[in-house]
Nanobody, 118 residues
Framework: QVQLVESGGGLVQPGGSLRLSCAVS????????IDWYRQAPGKQRELVAT???????NYADSLKGRFTISRDSAKNTVHLQMNSLKPEDSAVYYC????????????WGQGTQVTVSS
């Protein structure tokens, strides 16, 4: 099983930036899309950004222009650069991929907390 380990969260002031990292235990970038999700207290987990196995990036409409997903294949790491952060961006951020065959299974990291507050 591939392990996902997030890091880089913390407390930041509104308007600030953070860069999250997802370390993947082996290189699966050519096989699976990798996503970042987030979940705020009392809310459903929501998709933030995806980088496909072809390297195509997609974002939640509300986050376009502020968040950037990228990957470093040499380091087996996916990053989420977050700029112009707002208090409503506060959440636990999770790295994710979905295996389809032979069984459909969702794999998640443990999450990293992002708090945007003055």
């Amino acid at each position: 099983q591939v392990q996902l380990v997030e890091s880089g969260g913390g407390l930041v002031q509104p308007g600030g930036s953070l860069r999250l990292s997802c370390a993947v235990s082996r290189n699966i970038f050519s096989i699976y899309d990798i996503d970042w999700y987030r979940q705020a207290p009392g809310k459903q987990r929501e998709l933030v950004a995806t980088i496909t196995r072809l390297g195509i990036t997609n974002y939640a409409d509300s986050l376009k222009g502020r968040f950037t997903i990228s990957r470093d294949s040499a380091k087996n790491t996916v990053h989420l650069q977050m700029n112009s952060l707002k208090p409503e961006d506060s959440a636990v951020y999770y790295c994710h991929y979905q295996q389809l065959l032979p069984l459909r299974i969702d794999y998640w990291g443990q999450g990293t907390q992002v708090t945007v507050s003055s």
